[in-house]
Each structure stands twice: as C-alpha cells, then as structure tokens.
C-alpha cells in the first residue's frame, strides 16, 4: 500500500479512478528516492501492474510566503 511507503506527514491522495497524489516536502529537489520507493513496491506486488510515475518539484519558500 502507498500509506506504508511514503512519510508519515505526507499527504497521500485517490484523485480519480486510478490516479493518486503524493504531496511531500524534501530537502532536496531529488525526488528519485520517493519515486524508486513506489515503483520498487508496484514491481513487489504479486498482481502484474504498471504505473506511470510524473514528478513536479517546487520551491518550498514561495509557497508558504504571506498573500500580497
């Protein structure tokens, strides 16, 4: 299950029928490590499945600044 592979202050997330969200933060822009943690768990399971696996990576700052 992805719950058991991700941090436990992460935000995990079924955003449609076969779509899920992982919100993190690192403290580094490498988010190779998440992404082998996932697919070394796809390629575990003993059903036959496939994941396509997108990454998108942001500053945190700008994120967490005051609104104008």
């Not at 993190?24 to 059903?47: C, K, M, N, W, Y």
Request: proline share 10%.
């Amino acid at each position: 299950a992805l719950r058991e592979i991700v941090r436990h202050n992460a935000i995990l997330a079924h955003v449609s029928d076969d779509d899920f969200l992982i919100a993190d933060t690192f403290t580094t822009s490498d988010a190779s490590p998440l992404v082998e943690r996932v697919r070394g768990a796809i390629v575990a399971t003993p059903q036959r499945l496939t994941a396509s696996i997108g990454v998108v990576v942001t500053p945190l700052p700008p994120l967490t600044a005051e609104p104008p």
